[in-house]
T-cell receptor, first 112, second 115 residues
């Protein structure tokens, strides 16, 4: 039972355009959401996060949107750059727990 | 470099053998986590330590798995009587803050292949 779902295994966009990565979750107890980026042969690195009390968080080219009623979040990258090519994992955390629950990831390819 | 260090990077073993992995966290971090990632999946939580105390274990951590963190510094993850289904990337992470996943720093992982 996947509590965090990333239904698109891959996404390809042109350099300079917007990349939108989607994530759905089923557990209403999750109250903190994160995006991690992973390059081959490296561990995941934190990208951006959002608390359930907010609906948007922005950090430079990266913006995360949260729709609690739909149990959906998305990561927007604008403008996309070739160096953004990586696997992006959505993850969720429940208050009081140390257990991050990850989705399966979406492989983003940004073409020059 | 003072990041999370994992050793070895790769391990190939035969079914039934025991293997042990080591993780050296960032020195001032008191929390240490083990995750496992199989092909096409995201990382799955295995266990975590606060200092030397193992505070949470996943159901994924069968009796063949044991993790230790003596003296609250480095950690080892041992798998006894390995099975082909144990083949995965084993990721270690450390943090200083409680309950804030963005403060997790991951190592590059140990890739285990069980033949």
């Amino acid at each position: 039972d996947q509590q965090v779902k990333q239904n698109s295994p891959s996404l390809s966009v042109q350099e300079g355009r917007i990349s939108i990565l989607n994530c759905d979750y089923t557990n209403s107890m999750f109250d903190y959401f994160l995006w991690y980026k992973k390059y081959p042969a490296e561990g995941p690195t934190f990208l951006i996060s959002i608390s359930s009390i907010k609906d948007k968080n922005e950090d430079g080219r990266f913006t995360v949107f949260l729709n609690k009623s739909a149990k959906h979040l998305s990561l927007h990258i604008v403008p996309s750059q070739p160096g953004d090519s990586a696997v992006y994992f959505c993850a969720a955390l429940r208050s009081g727990s140390e257990k991050l629950v990850f989705g399966k990831g979406t492989k983003l390819t940004v073409n020059p | 470099d003072t990041g999370v260090s994992q050793d070895p990077r790769h391990k190939i073993t035969k079914r039934g053998q025991n293997v042990t992995f080591r993780c050296d966290p960032i020195s001032e971090h008191n929390r240490l986590y083990w995750y496992r990632q199989t092909l096409g999946q995201g990382p799955e939580f295995l266990t975590y330590f606060q200092n030397e105390a193992q505070l949470e274990k996943s159901r994924l951590l069968s009796d063949r798995f044991s993790a230790e963190r003596p003296k609250g510094s480095f950690s080892t993850l041992e798998i006894q009587r390995t099975e082909q289904g144990d083949s995965a990337m084993y990721l270690c992470a450390s943090s200083f803050l409680q309950g804030s996943g963005e403060k997790l720093f991951f190592g590059s992982g140990t890739q285990l292949s069980v033949l």
